[in-house]
């Protein structure tokens, strides 16, 4: 019989939230249609030269985690790394559009972190990355530092405060 008064209880707290939820929900204005767009995160996709060189940069020097790996008859061809919520998927490039195919001209990735930036381009430095720039404060106030990867692509990492 006790069990089945936490039970009870337990299903109470959750329509009490429910009700709650449902409440702010109704309070708020209706949205302008059609709907805008509102995502709750974004990849990126970057094809690369060499993709053992690529997946060390993000993993050893970035501190990106791997996650999933695509393969196609027993050799990588691609894998996400993780890093929060945020994900780089990096794609070994075939060549079909030739081997001197530009990567990264154009391309500015930008992420935000409420980890030490300092501490972040440190580590960086320390395992024998380039700096685009130190962490600085920007003109309108935002604390940044930036590299580029071994393909070109440009990253800018700023502090959340």
Known sequence: MPARKTKKKATRKTATKKKAVRAVRASRPARKQPESLRLRSMSASLTVNDLAKSV??????????????????????????KAGICDVWLNQDDFAKGRDRKKGEGVRLYGSTTQDISDMAARIKEMGGVLDYEPRRSPWGEYTFAFTDPDGYKITILQEE
């Open 56 to 81: 060390a940069f993000y993993r050893d020097v970035v501190g990106f985690t791997p996650g999933d790996r695509w393969e196609d008859e027993g050799q990588l061809r691609g894998i996400e790394m």
